[in-house]
């Protein structure tokens, strides 16, 4: 890992164990940041904006007694694809273990009335989710670098603004045992600049690795689904819903998302048994391979169950939460009806059966 050493603004390099406390800096890309190509002395780190940053994030560390500062711009040498994928695969475990995390929020100034914390571009990018989530300790400064609040302190507003419960955040609620659907809400309305980031900036909040693959486009969120059922059974991965105007006539789909926008509305939805106690499931290349349980649904369509539910405000449980499929032939289902998730409207048969729902359903017929 190379960190900044604040006292002397030079790269030093740790490895595992002997890596020292260090604060870390969470913020928003602009113009004029510097990179580790282009990191050079003092001087010059004050005319760059980027560079302002980095200066400022040092004298925060020293101020509270830290030697060491990470700062994504330039201590990551981005022209060094192994370099690159390491850091994204550690990048929650890297801010998990920041002694003190500093968010810096461009354009927002706390001591204007009119400024609205809410709408902070920090809450819409993708990057951000991790850096808010990952860190035990997290001091906010705005524009002008003013000590606007830490993470306890503005735990309401930060939960209501990005619809992650104060347990989560304050890390009380482990990430593991909150439903795949409702980790995948939290992405639904933020961006990245490249495509493949959607996929790669979910890597730490799912506790996954994979490689990177810049210029697969929208094939790099099929990858992390992938990856994502190799290491839980939880069925609420397939809890999405596609949008309607984006379905259009399209009417069949296959079994995985196309993107962390299809889940924006299942914050709400909880798994209603240990996922270890859900049947096993695999993609292979006939499609997800799986044992269930299927019951009438509507139409000529057959209910899938999810063993979850959604969870209204006074913890109550309703509806069981399933998906429609309508055969194909040969013991193969495609996704019907995406747009919406399925109520159980009649009680499964005790013997299940196995089944493979399409990975991809382009070539099936648009009705």
Same mark, same amino acid.
């Given at each position: 890992?190379?960190?900044?050493?604040?006292?002397?603004?030079?790269?030093?390099?740790?490895?595992?164990?002997?890596?020292?406390?260090?604060?870390?800096l969470s913020h928003?890309?602009?113009?004029?940041?510097?990179?580790?190509?282009?990191?050079?002395?003092?001087?010059?780190?004050?005319?760059?904006?980027?560079?302002?940053?980095?200066?400022?994030?040092?004298?925060?560390?020293?101020?509270?007694?830290?030697?060491?500062?990470?700062?994504?711009?330039?201590?990551?040498?981005?022209?060094?694809?192994?370099?690159?994928?390491?850091?994204?695969?550690?990048?929650?475990?890297?801010?998990?273990?920041?002694?003190?995390?500093?968010v810096y929020l461009?354009?927002?100034?706390?001591?204007?009335?009119?400024?609205?914390?809410s709408l902070c571009?920090?809450?819409?990018?993708?990057?951000?989710?991790?850096?808010?989530?990952?860190?035990?300790?997290?001091?906010?400064?705005? /524009? %002008?670098? &003013?000590?606007?609040?830490?993470? *306890?302190?503005?735990?309401?507003? +930060?939960?209501?603004? #990005?619809?992650?419960? @104060?347990?989560?955040?304050?890390?009380?609620?482990?990430?593991?045992?909150?439903?795949?659907?409702?980790?995948?809400?939290?992405?639904?309305?933020?961006?990245?600049?490249?495509?493949?980031?959607?996929?790669?900036?979910?890597?730490?909040?799912?506790?996954?690795?994979?490689?990177?693959?810049?210029?697969?486009?929208?094939?790099?969120?099929?990858?992390?689904?992938?990856?994502?059922?190799?290491?839980?059974?939880?069925?609420?991965?397939?809890?999405?819903?596609?949008?309607?105007?984006?379905?259009?006539?399209?009417?069949?789909?296959?079994?995985?998302?196309?993107?962390?926008?299809?889940?924006?509305?299942?914050?709400?939805?909880?798994?209603? /048994? %240990?996922? &270890?106690?859900?049947?096993?499931? *695999?993609?292979?290349?006939?499609? +997800?391979?799986?044992? #269930?349980?299927?019951? @009438?649904?509507?139409?000529?369509?057959?209910?899938?169950?999810?063993?979850?539910?959604?969870?209204?405000?006074?913890?109550?449980?309703?509806?069981?939460?399933?998906?429609?499929?309508?055969?194909?032939?040969?013991?193969?289902?495609?996704?019907?009806?995406?747009?919406?998730?399925?109520?159980?409207?009649?009680?499964?048969?005790?013997?299940?059966?196995?089944?493979?729902?399409?990975?991809?359903?382009?070539?099936?017929?648009?009705?």
């Amino acid at each position: 890992m190379r960190l900044i050493k604040c006292s002397t603004l030079e790269f030093v390099e740790f490895v595992g164990a002997d890596i020292p406390p260090y604060a870390i800096l969470s913020h928003t890309w602009n113009e004029e940041e510097i990179s580790y190509a282009r990191y050079g002395p003092t001087e010059e780190l004050k005319q760059k904006k980027g560079g302002q940053k980095i200066l400022r994030t040092c004298k925060l560390a020293l101020r509270d007694r830290y030697e060491y500062a990470w700062v994504d711009t330039c201590c990551i040498d981005k022209s060094s694809s192994a370099e690159l994928t390491e850091a994204i695969n550690s990048m929650f475990n890297w801010y998990a273990r920041s002694a003190r995390c500093y968010v810096y929020l461009r354009g927002f100034d706390g001591k204007d009335p009119s400024s609205d914390f809410s709408l902070c571009r920090w809450f819409t990018r993708g990057w951000t989710l991790q850096e808010l989530i990952a860190p035990k300790e997290m001091h906010f400064y705005d /524009t %002008n670098w &003013r000590y606007f609040g830490s993470k *306890a302190e503005l735990g309401a507003a +930060l939960s209501a603004i #990005t619809g992650i419960e @104060r347990p989560i955040l304050n890390g009380m609620h482990p990430l593991h045992v909150i439903s795949v659907a409702k980790k995948m809400s939290w992405a639904a309305s933020r961006t990245t600049t490249r495509e493949e980031d959607l996929a790669y900036c979910l890597l730490g909040i799912f506790g996954i690795s994979m490689p990177l693959v810049y210029g697969e486009g929208a094939r790099a969120f099929t990858r992390l689904q992938e990856e994502i059922m190799k290491e839980t059974t939880d069925l609420t991965l397939f809890a999405w819903q596609a949008e309607t105007y984006i379905t259009g006539a399209v009417r069949y789909r296959g079994v995985l998302a196309n993107s962390p926008m299809e889940f924006s509305n299942a914050g709400d939805i909880v798994s209603n /048994t %240990n996922p &270890r106690n859900n049947p096993e499931f *695999a993609m292979t290349n006939k499609g +997800l391979k799986i044992q #269930t349980t299927l019951t @009438r649904g509507l139409g000529n369509t057959r209910f899938m169950p999810l063993n979850c539910y959604r969870q209204t405000t006074s913890h109550d449980f309703i509806g069981i939460l399933g998906i429609n499929l309508v055969s194909i032939g040969g013991g193969v289902y495609a996704r019907d009806l995406p747009h919406r998730l399925a109520s159980q409207l009649s009680e499964g048969a005790d013997q299940g059966e196995t089944i493979y729902i399409l990975k991809h359903a382009t070539h099936l017929q648009h009705v």
